[in-house]
């Protein structure tokens, strides 16, 4: 397998892709899926139907009820105008994994759904790329996430990755790291019919559904690292825990900020189209891969914010300076 980043990029996605796969039809029924999830581990399945093919996944079955009683057609999603195959590049898939914010494609063989290929399993094989070491978890996580005390009912964390499209939830005690929950142990909890609304002893008033708190059904073990933590450490932390989020704490194990396999797909895939114009870098070899990708990164993100204030920039230009310990700073024109 590739040991860097840029090779991985521009490699086939063939030995990459899993082949255990479910298959399901717009009338089976979202229990049925959740069935097969579980039992094999993945968070999506592959929905064949009406010459469409698409995916749903376990986040779909989150504001699901009752799971029993509802068919996939109204779950499913079918896109993806140009499908994945078997000979697709590496680099091309992560970057319509993050241009259309989805964890996981069906590969396809004459239009028939041969497999998967999800941000897992690129992670899985990034996992193996050394030149990840000279990127860190500070530069790359989403900082601020939203928690929840370990007080807070299981409904309200459902609530909140309904209403914020999020999958997982930090669970904090007196400020600090306790838990994590995820859309998998939710979709779980409210399948089980726990706690099912109830008429109350006076007519009129409903027992609040699903009463449980968060810390009952929590991950009391959840993948943290620090914010000096290598890109590397946190793919391998990924690949080998089988975790689906890396939480950031400092040295109070207060919660500074959260990283998913997508935030390391971003270090290979195309940068975002939405902002055409030249940036040129000066001071970074051509074989800093990472680094280059990393500070076009920011830049374009940077500039896409001024340019709701300056709409006429039309050029960049910026300058990359290396400090004897190897810092990175840069000048903006």
């Not at 892709?17 to 979202?30: G, K, L, M, Q």
């Not at 579980?38 to 009752?66: Q, S």
């Not at 999800?118 to 990840?132: E, F, R, T, Y």
């Amino acid at each position: 397998m590739a040991k860097t980043i840029e090779e991985l990029s521009q490699t086939m996605i063939s030995e990459l892709i899993n082949t255990r796969i479910s298959i399901f039809t717009p009338e089976d029924t979202a229990s049925k899926v959740k069935g097969e999830l579980e039992k094999t581990g993945r968070y999506e399945a592959i929905v064949v139907g009406g010459g469409k093919l698409g995916m749903v996944t376990i986040r779909d079955l989150l504001g699901v009820e009752p799971l029993e009683q509802t068919k996939v057609e109204k779950l499913w999603k079918s896109q993806w105008q140009t499908p994945v195959t078997a000979d697709s590049w590496v680099r091309g898939v992560a970057t319509e994994l993050v241009r259309i914010n989805v964890r996981a494609l069906p590969v396809v063989e004459d239009m028939k759904p041969i497999g998967i290929i999800s941000q897992v399993d690129i992670v899985g094989a990034m996992a193996d790329c050394n030149d990840l070491k000279k990127t860190f978890a500070k530069d790359l996580a989403k900082m601020a996430p939203v928690t929840l005390e370990v007080g807070a009912k299981v409904a309200e964390a459902r609530k909140l990755m309904l209403d914020r499209g999020i999958s997982h939830v930090p669970i904090t005690k007196d400020g600090k790291l306790a838990g994590i929950v995820t859309a998998a142990e939710l979709v779980q909890y409210f399948s089980q019919g726990i706690g099912r609304a109830k008429t109350g002893e006076r007519a009129g008033i409903k027992v609040s559904k699903y009463p449980g708190n968060v810390d009952g059904i929590m991950d009391k073990h959840p993948f943290t690292v620090s914010m000096n933590a290598s890109a590397l450490d946190i793919a391998r932390g990924f690949r080998d825990q089988g975790k689906s989020a890396a939480i950031l704490i400092d040295e109070n194990e207060e919660v500074l900020g959260i990283l998913t396999p997508k935030e390391l797909l971003a270090l290979m895939a195309e940068p975002s189209e939405e902002l055409e114009m030249p940036i040129s870098i000066v001071g970074l070899a051509n074989e800093e891969f990472l680094a280059r990708s990393l500070a076009e990164e920011k830049i374009r993100r940077v500039i896409s914010l001024g340019m709701k204030m300056h709409p006429h920039i039309n050029d960049v230009q910026v300058r990359i300076k290396k400090s004897d310990k190897e810092a990175i700073t840069s000048d903006t024109k």
